[in-house]
């Protein structure tokens, strides 16, 4: 019941808007998530290129050093977990 309460207090103000009002507000929302959402897919970027040299150079570690390849499949796993969490927490999934 609170939240009902909360909702409606929270849409009375929209209420008193124009159609004029409530178009612009809709326009700032969506330019603002947009804008959002190119900052995540820019930021992503160059963890993809980062990634992808992390796994070259891992490569060649553990042909070069064998007993790394053990150490390595432990932290992919845990960095596996970790993004698994990071995007239950965010809602990606």
């Known amino acids: 019941m609170r939240h009902r309460i909360l909702l409606l207090a929270a849409l009375?103000?929209?209420?008193?808007c124009t159609d004029q009002q409530t178009a612009?507000?809709?326009?700032?929302?969506?330019?603002?998530?947009?804008?959002?959402?190119?900052?995540?897919?820019q930021a992503s970027a160059p963890l993809g290129?980062?990634?992808?040299?992390a796994s070259a150079a891992l490569g060649v570690a553990t042909v070069l050093n064998p007993e790394l390849k053990q150490q390595v499949q432990q932290l992919k796993e845990q960095a596996s977990a970790l993004k698994?969490?990071?995007?239950q927490q965010t809602g990606q999934r």
Request: hydrophobic letters at 45%; glycine letters at 10%; aromatic letters at 0%.
């Open 49 to 53: 290129k980062l990634k992808q040299q």
């Open 12 to 16: 009375l103000p929209l209420a008193a």
């Open 24 to 41: 612009s507000l809709q326009q700032a929302a969506s330019a603002a998530i947009g804008s959002a959402h190119q900052g995540i897919e």
């Open 84 to 87: 698994g969490a990071v995007e």
